[in-house]
């Protein structure tokens, strides 16, 4: 199979992904602070690399997918005081509800999911590696900080020349610091917050360390493939580079890949401006059957280093055209399934735009144009392939039926008033046939007269 291309935020260009050890590939992603459920926006970052991951297995390598949670964060403290729980019950609950919205996405486990409150060990260590090496130092105050004009590379990621770096952008200024850049390593324990013990007293990781720490633990360095959303280029990832190259480990990523922002009225998403929907609440909206995969589809038929916009129109519109999709498969029943031939028409174009940066625009019009060619040939062949390309990147599993049908329609009968509208029409009494029809179309159930009398129904 022809290469993958990768735009690497490291160079800013695409680049062939070739893994340190040939057929293996290594992936890891900054995964949620579990203090509060997340936003969509932030799904679009998980969903992304749940693609990535597919694909990279569909591409032939044997894939350590890492997603790490961080569960000891200042933001953690302090909604668990505003709530009265103890930091640890909030960040379980909140593990557990990210995990339960992710598979509401059909995004697959992570095949390691460490938690940094198991690695704090192993971050002490590497903060006495940094302090041995110049590049560590212990405050008044009982913090340890890293010293950033003591690492030459500093910025190589980010692009930012750190002359041009201000004091109080995004980064805190404390008098402790011998340079407002500098970055906490370990913080000192502060009354009634968690803390752990270590050689520079009682106290807890700094945010950026855990990433360093937990990458290296469970897939080594280099890490093939390192991601996030474009936010957490500077200065989380900046200051990951820092940490793990100062210690050693060179290079601590071969590649870098960012995700762009999930907008709200062409504004950045966030929890911070307050202008964000969580995904439980998009969800929840939603049809319980279709609403994860067309969320998903929304998510995904962007380009992911491309921002695009959140609102109720454009999510419709993507279930309206995954339904179309599930309406080709129900159509065209799929014959069994075979090997992709990925050297002969729409699978070659799909693998090389997906190949190429992950183009899942271009992907998504190769399977347009697929199911189009279903429609007008009825061949169970085409159907069987248009299912099997979606499938590689999570997309058109479900039953065609139970898919359009969507989740209980409750009280009502659909199929007894479809049968009532039916006789309806054989008894010529069109004004009750067209009565049931509306009264179908207000619950959000669309009917499909067919040849043969037969009448099919899926939801709006």
Same mark, same amino acid.
């Given at each position: ?120 060990? *192993?971050? !002490? ?6 302090? &041995? @090496?110049? $590049? ?6 009982? #913090? +340890? ?114 995700? *762009?922002? !999930? ?6 998403? &966030? @929890?911070? $401006? ?6 439980? #609440? +998009? ?114 599993? *479900? ?8 989740? &209980? ?9 479809? #049968? ?41």
């Amino acid at each position: 199979m022809p290469s993958l291309q990768i735009f690497n935020t490291l160079s800013r260009s695409k680049e062939p992904f070739v893994p340190h050890r040939p057929g293996k590939a290594s992936l890891y992603v900054c995964g949620p602070t579990v203090y509060d459920l997340i936003h969509i926006g932030n799904a679009r970052t998980f969903t992304t690399f749940d693609m990535v991951s597919r694909w990279l297995r569909v591409s032939g390598f044997d894939v350590t997918y890492v997603r790490n949670i961080t569960d000891i964060d200042d933001k953690i403290i302090e909604r668990a005081k505003e709530k009265g729980v103890a930091f640890g019950e909030l960040a379980e609950s909140m593990a557990t509800a990210f995990r339960e919205d992710c598979e509401r996405l059909s995004l697959l486990p992570p095949d390691r999911e460490p938690r940094a409150t198991k690695y704090v060990d *192993a971050m !002490l260590g590497l903060i006495a590696t940094l302090e &041995s @090496k110049g $590049l560590a130092y212990r405050a008044d105050n009982g #913090d +340890v900080y890293y010293s950033v004009r003591d690492f030459a590379g500093y910025g190589k990621l980010s692009r930012r020349n750190l002359d041009d770096l201000r004091a109080g952008e995004r980064v805190a200024v404390e008098a402790a610091k011998r340079d407002p850049l500098d970055f906490a390593l370990w913080k000192a324990a502060k009354p009634g917050e968690p803390s752990w013990p270590s050689a520079y007293g009682a106290g807890r990781p700094g945010w950026h360390i855990e990433c360093s720490a937990m990458s290296a633990g469970e897939v080594g360095t280099p890490v093939d493939l390192h991601g996030g959303a474009v936010d957490l280029q500077f200065p989380h990832h900046e200051n990951e580079v820092a940490q793990s190259e100062g210690a050693g480990h060179v290079p601590f990523a071969r590649c870098w890949m960012h995700g *762009a922002f !999930l907008n709200m009225d062409s504004e950045k998403m &966030s @929890k911070s $401006l307050g202008n964000f929907h969580t995904l439980r #609440d +998009v969800l929840g909206q939603l049809d319980a059957v279709q609403g994860g995969e067309s969320t998903r589809f929304f998510l995904l038929r962007g380009h992911y280093r491309s921002e695009i916009n959140f609102s109720w129109d454009t999510l419709a519109d993507a279930g309206n055209t995954l339904r179309g999709f599930y309406t080709a498969l129900r159509e065209v029943p799929p014959a069994p399934p075979k090997a992709i031939d990925w050297d002969a028409g729409y699978a070659k174009r799909f693998r090389d735009a997906m190949n190429d940066d992950f183009d899942t625009p271009i992907a998504f019009a190769v399977l347009h144009e697929l199911r189009t060619e279903v429609n007008r040939t009825k061949s169970a062949e085409l159907s069987a392939l248009l299912k099997a390309l979606g499938g590689t990147i999570g997309f058109l599993q *479900a039953d065609p039926e139970t898919f359009l049908q969507g989740a &209980s329609t409750g009280a009502l009968d659909v199929q007894a008033r479809i #049968d009532e509208r039916n006789a309806a029409k054989k008894a010529k009494d069109f004004p009750k046939a067209d009565a049931i029809r509306k009264e179908l179309e207000a619950a959000g159930i669309v009917l499909e007269d067919k040849p043969g009398g037969i009448t099919e129904w899926r939801r709006k």
